[in-house]
T-cell receptor, first 114, second 114 residues
Framework: DAMVIQNPRYQVTQFGKPVTLSCSQT?????MYWYQQKSSQAPKLLFH???????NEADTPDNFQSRRPNTSFCFLDIRSPGLGDAAMYLC?????????????FGSGTQLSVL | GESVGLHLPTLSVQEGDNSIINCAYS??????FIWYKQESGKGPQFIID?????DKRQGQRVTVLLNKTVKHLSLQIAATQPGDSAVYFC?????????????FGKGTHLIIQP
């Protein structure tokens, strides 16, 4: 089945140690999103790629970066994780970002920072 | 600022009863609304959507109602089952264009009691 796949399912890192989270999709969608979801809170958009064009949300810290080497893959890099960055990170896709399109979510990566 | 919010953080219903989850939104320019279901440790799963030119839409056991006059959205789940236990998020789009992603409300935790 066409899917949005996130790896790993659980990630543990140390305070200040760079970490990369991965997302792949078989939907051939143009738009890929990264959301951060803290416990008992709504998902919060960090940034998205429209094809190769990167779009950062105004309040996303510089500590968070992203790469999209091709249509299928998108990575979230946290350069120096702090304790406050512990959260579920959700990857999502949409076909072409048109108004009124559904987003398809992966199962998320739960990040713990020790 | 503009926001999407939910009235109640937790809703408990008896198995077999109907449930209604409410959502208030404040961005009158939003023209597309979605309900997502998120089970523990998983990504949000699309349930049903509605465009601003409609006031009601039905799916399998679910109905979404949109009242643009008071900026209110609700999700009705008929004959609730144990598998309906989850957090339900309303989300709005796309005053700024679709590729900006969704703005999520805070979520309602639906608990189905046997």
């Amino acid at each position: 089945d066409a899917m949005v796949i996130q790896n790993p399912r659980y990630q543990v890192t140390q305070f200040g140690k760079p970490v990369t989270l991965s997302c792949s999709q078989t939907l051939n969608h143009n738009v890929m999103y990264w959301y951060q979801q803290k416990s008992s809170q709504a998902p919060k958009l960090l940034f998205h790629y429209y094809d190769k064009d990167f779009n950062n949300e105004a309040d996303t810290p510089d500590n968070f970066q992203s790469r999209r080497p091709n249509t299928s893959f998108c990575f979230l890099d946290i350069r120096s994780p702090g304790l406050g960055d512990a959260a579920m990170y959700l990857c999502a896709t949409s076909r072409d970002g048109s108004a009124g399109e559904k987003l398809f979510f992966g199962s998320g990566t739960q990040l713990s920072v020790l | 600022g503009e926001s999407v919010g939910l009235h109640l953080p937790t809703l408990s219903v008896q198995e077999g009863d109907n449930s209604i989850i409410n959502c208030a939104y404040s961005n009158s320019a939003s023209d597309y609304f979605i309900w997502y279901k998120q089970e523990s440790g998983k990504g949000p799963q699309f349930i049903i959507d509605i465009r601003s030119n409609m006031d009601k839409r039905q799916g399998q056991r679910v109905t979404v109602l949109l009242n643009k006059t008071v900026k209110h959205l609700s999700l009705q789940i008929a004959a609730t089952q144990p598998g309906d236990s989850a957090v339900y998020f309303c989300a709005e789009c796309c005053a700024g264009g679709g590729a900006d992603g969704l703005t999520f409300g805070k979520g309602t935790h639906l608990i189905i009691q046997p």
